[in-house]
């Protein structure tokens, strides 16, 4: 018999067996049309003005050609990499977050966004390479600090705390040391740098989302087969170990998985900060969801992230900021809050 507060997908005695929280479902789909809603608008705004009815014949095939290319080649590419990138950013939260225990755990905080820049820095300012080289250079930067962190916070398994402490210590040296490479480049190479870094989504094309959202696919299939896992791995290691569950493989697994997701967004974007460590929070405080809110928090994050650069956009038309600048900003004032709150416990 299910709870009254759950939806049964499927049947009790059939293969398919799911049980879905109401509020959860009820927040999902809200969340779902509010993306769709910021999306509609994205599409129709910007210095070339494009009506909802233009926008419909679009759609359907039609409409004038050149409008048509402004909304397919230019608007959509980006609105379709604010939607994934930030449900990626928000799933790799969640990850980190339920990893750590503690609503600090994100990969911004940790210093794997650091190292995803240094890696994609080192390309362009040492290497001079091309886009795909700039975006696995981000990659393998991200995963080499997270496994750099994760070592130096092993002892006899991963404490949370230690290894946000020993997160931010090796994030402030790659800080450091990126900004020491931009000091010594070359003024072309360190405007490069520094525009990339910012963190934006303006001049997003299929051509360069695409790989990304390659890595982002798999890695998330990855997750989705660890969720049962790691809902397990949430009632502590010693509970998940009598029921056959491998606790310290789990974790490695889910904090690769959490680092490719961060490391793809920043191969493409630069570093886009905080919506990682808002999102995961959010989507928990609103579906009133335990365990690894994986869904609710992939739909914060993309909604978060489709508004926060739908202000980018237009806040200062016809001059366009950063992303990054949106989310940091809003995102230094949570951060505040949740310190104060910490340490008040």
Known sequence: MKPSNYYLLGQQSGRLNILVPKRSLKWCLLLTLTAFVIATFALVTGQLKTSFSELHEIVFGGGDKFIRAVVVEWRLPRLTASLVFGAALGVSGALFQSLIRNPLGSPDIIGFNTGAYTGALLVIIVLGGNYIQIALGAIAGGIISAAAVYLLAFKQGVKGFRLIIIGIGISAMLSAFNTWLMITSSLESAMTAAVWGSGSLNGMSWDKVIPSFSFIFFALIATAYLTRNMNILE?????????????????????????????AVT??????SFIALVAPQLAKAVTKEGGVALVPSALMGATLLILADFTAANLFAPNQLPVGIVTISIGGVYLIYLLIRQSGR
């Open 235 to 263: 009632m502590g290691d010693d509970s998940a170990n009598v029921l056959g569950i491998d606790s310290e493989r789990t974790r490695q697994l889910a904090m690769f998985c959490g680092v490719v997701l961060t490391a």
């Open 267 to 272: 191969a493409t974007a630069g570093p886009i």
